[in-house]
């Protein structure tokens, strides 16, 4: 049975499909060179006008050939410059005319074969997505079925560029927060509904790892004193039924000396995303004597405080109390109190817990600037 009135929407899937792969792409380009009889299917991604591409995979090549394209002909390759979104054959495009402008150029299509459909998509702000179909020397010519098919999934193309820029962006800014947040020496675990892990991060690890008032019990975290544990799991609980009050607790660490901070709070996810086993619950945990001091400066310009305010929310966030705090800043008790009342009236929250939240979350949001 022919099936071919499917092929554009089996290639759509593929392709959308390959975005989420280890390798991007390349399991739509195999499955475009299986529908088009083709011996390559080459994507490529690059500037306008580059003298190198920004990314060029074409499964299965010969990888001395593709470095070859890539490093010294690349900028020289005449078929380039489509109409934006229209399939166009090689031959239609070059024609014979141009044949005798680059030796090396024409060198390298006479063996690897000028039977070659392309369509280039191009953005505002000057990058290209350039998609090959290459058949080998001798073999059948694409014909307007072919051309027809390939214009098919033209919008899926570039549908699935924007995604993909979108997913690259996006990962891209993870490993900056994600660097970010180790540079701060803050220990960051994930957890679903259930409570299970999801991820720990380097820091969270190595605190787990010592096992001294924190722990990691399979894929369960576990506080060694009875009424944080208790704390722990009610904010748990309150997470498996929708948004958990943030939690700040001090953790005493017998053998190492010294307390730990955890801060407890939603992970902000939707509902589909948590209800499906994604997260729900973030904890962050913090040695103070060993973690790098809040930016005092960047509190006040981030969150609108007078200086002895900012003092006092860097030094909440770096997990001292507030009896130190003002003992510290040489300030009397109830004056550091006043200063947290203003605190939390201009940034909006009424607990020291979803404050340390706050501070915390917008720091990771700016790259983590500390002192």
């Known amino acids: 049975m022919d099936d071919s009135g499917n092929a554009p929407l089996a290639l ?13 792409w390349t399991a739509f380009l195999n499955a475009a060179r299986d529908a088009f009889d083709a011996s390559f299917v080459t994507l490529i991604l690059t500037p306008h006008a580059a003298r190198r591409p920004g990314m060029l995979l074409t499964p299965g090549a010969d990888e001395a050939v593709s470095a070859e394209y890539s490093d ?67 073999g059948p010519v694409f014909g307007r079925e072919d051309i027809e098919r390939l214009q098919a999934i033209v919008p899926h193309l570039r549908t699935a560029g924007r995604l993909f820029d979108r997913l690259a962006a996006g ?33 969270a690890a190595a605190i787990l790892a010592e096992a001294d008032g924190i722990a990691r019990r399979g894929d369960r975290i576990a506080l060694t004193d009875h009424a944080q544990a208790r704390l722990l799991e009610k904010v748990l609980r309150e997470a498996s039924e ?36 994604g997260p ?10 060993q973690a790098p001091r809040v930016s005092t400066a960047t509190l006040r310009d981030l969150l609108g405080l007078t200086a002895a305010e900012a003092a006092i929310a860097a030094r909440l966030a770096d997990g001292s109390a507030l009896a130190d705090i003002a003992a510290e800043l040489g300030i009397a008790h109830n004056t550091a109190r006043a200063h947290l009342r203003a605190i939390y009236v201009k940034t909006g929250v009424n607990r020291q817990s979803k404050l340390v939240h706050l501070i915390h979350h917008s720091l990771a949001g700016l790259g983590g600037d500390r002192a």
Not at 173 to 184: K, V
Not at 280 to 289: E, K, M, N
């Open 280 to 289: 729900a619950t973030v904890l962050y945990l913090s040695d103070p004597s």
């Open 72 to 138: 010294s002909l690349f900028a020289r390759d005449p078929f380039t410059g489509l109409p934006d979104g229209v399939v166009t054959r090689f031959r239609d495009f070059v024609g014979e005319a141009r044949r005798e402008e680059d030796a090396a150029f024409w060198d390298f299509i006479a063996r690897t074969g000028d039977e070659i459909l392309g369509v280039d998509l191009h953005d505002e702000g000057g990058f290209e997505m350039r998609l090959r179909v290459s058949r080998a020397k001798d």
């Open 171 to 203: 990962q891209i800014e993870r490993r900056i927060y994600s660097s970010a947040i180790e540079s701060m020496a803050v220990g960051v675990v994930i957890l679903n509904r259930a409570g299970a892990i999801l991820h720990v991060n380097p820091t």
């Open 242 to 277: 929708g948004e958990p009050e943030p939690l700040f607790i001090r953790i005493e660490r017998r053998r190492a000396g010294g307390d730990l901070c955890l801060t407890a709070a939603s992970a902000d996810a939707p509902a589909y995303v948590s209800m499906s086993g």
């Open 12 to 24: 759509a899937s593929a392709l959308f499909a390959s975005l989420l792969d280890e390798e991007p």
